[in-house]
């Protein structure tokens, strides 16, 4: 199954995927039907054309948002140049209103407040059932399914101190969606294509494979010390690729067009602009 968010007369909803149509549910977004028991969320009877639907960040009011950082060997590897792997995940958080839709534009402050933007596709796993305490097999079973982000990161307030969080918890800075897609579609995600590119210039090429952590493991971690819910959301992490290790004093700029895909799932594509320049939602 394949559910999204879409922004329909003034408001958002949860929908599933029908054919080419989104078929509109009875919940503000894919979080909250899933809250609710996604099953059991009726159709309001309205049907929109995916090709001309305004998506939202498939959920858009998530409860939690958990990042882990160096999860990728490929990513380890430039980053710390062969350092040994890491024996436990590395952990920052977002808030909800981090999150924006995948085709939103993506507005970044003067480059005197934040340079060196960066790129970062990531596979994303939602929660879809109360876990505490899990063990893996559990941890798994609880998984509704996988998504698609961007973490687009300012690398000078990332790197001011140990504590990444600054520089990836913008506003409005980490496009999200398009679909949740369960397990009856790609299985546990275990072997995904991963890409992103910038003005349709190559950057990321990875494979789920290439995981240090994988999500199940990961929910897992996280459930130990924090209960996760229907809706909580945790990225997984990057892949190589990423712009920092470049050196290159200018990364992403407005008027970049950044295109995120993992296979099986779909594609964001997001530009950047400056602060004030962003366009609103199409509906």
Request: charged share 20%; hydrophobic share 45%.
């Given at each position: 199954m394949r559910y999204a968010t879409v922004r329909h007369a003034g408001r958002t909803a949860a929908a599933v995927l029908d054919?080419?149509?989104?078929?509109?549910?009875?919940?503000?977004?894919?979080?909250?039907?899933?809250?609710?028991?996604?099953?059991?969320?009726?159709?309001?009877?309205?049907?929109i054309p995916l090709a001309t639907a305004d998506l939202?960040?498939?959920?858009?009011?998530p409860r939690k948002v958990i990042?882990?950082?160096?999860?990728?060997?490929?990513?380890?590897?430039?980053?710390?140049?062969?350092?040994p792997l890491p024996v436990y995940p590395t952990l920052f958080p977002k808030w909800a209103d981090t999150l924006?839709?995948?085709?939103?534009?993506?507005?970044?402050p003067p480059a005197e407040l934040a340079d060196r933007?960066?790129?970062?596709?990531?596979?994303?796993?939602?929660?879809?059932?109360?876990i505490h305490r899990a063990g893996v097999d559990e941890a798994r079973a609880a998984i509704a399914g996988y998504t698609i982000a961007n973490d687009i990161?300012?690398?000078?307030?990332?790197?001011?101190?140990?504590?990444?969080?600054?520089?990836?918890?913008?506003?409005?800075?980490?496009?999200?969606?398009?679909?949740?897609?369960?397990?009856?579609?790609?299985?546990?995600?275990?072997?995904?294509?991963?890409t992103c590119d910038v003005?349709?210039?190559?950057?990321?090429?990875?494979?789920?494979?290439?995981?240090?952590?994988?999500?199940?493991?990961a929910l897992s971690y996280i459930s130990t010390f924090t209960r996760l819910l229907p809706g909580d959301v945790v990225l997984t992490g990057t892949t190589g690729g990423v712009g920092m290790p470049s050196g290159a004093a200018t990364l992403l700029v407005p008027g970049d067009v950044v295109r995120t895909e993992v296979e099986g799932i779909g594609v964001l594509s997001n530009r950047i602009v400056a602060e004030g320049d962003a366009r609103g939602p199409r509906a």
């Open positions: 054919g080419t149509d989104l078929v509109l549910l009875d919940a503000a977004d894919v979080g909250e039907a899933l809250r609710a028991g996604i099953a059991d969320v009726r159709p309001t009877g309205e049907r939202a960040a498939v959920i858009s009011t990042c882990l950082g160096l999860n990728y060997r490929s990513h380890i590897e430039e980053i710390t140049g062969g350092a924006t839709g995948p085709a939103d534009d993506i507005a970044v933007i960066d790129w970062e596709a990531e596979l994303v796993v939602v929660v879809g059932a109360p990161s300012m690398r000078n307030w990332q790197l001011r101190t140990d504590q990444w969080m600054p520089g990836k918890a913008w506003d409005a800075t980490t496009p999200l969606g398009p679909f949740l897609v369960t397990g009856d579609e790609i299985g546990d995600a275990a072997a995904l294509t991963i003005n349709g210039e190559r950057k990321q090429t990875g494979n789920t494979a290439d995981l240090l952590f994988t999500p199940a493991v």
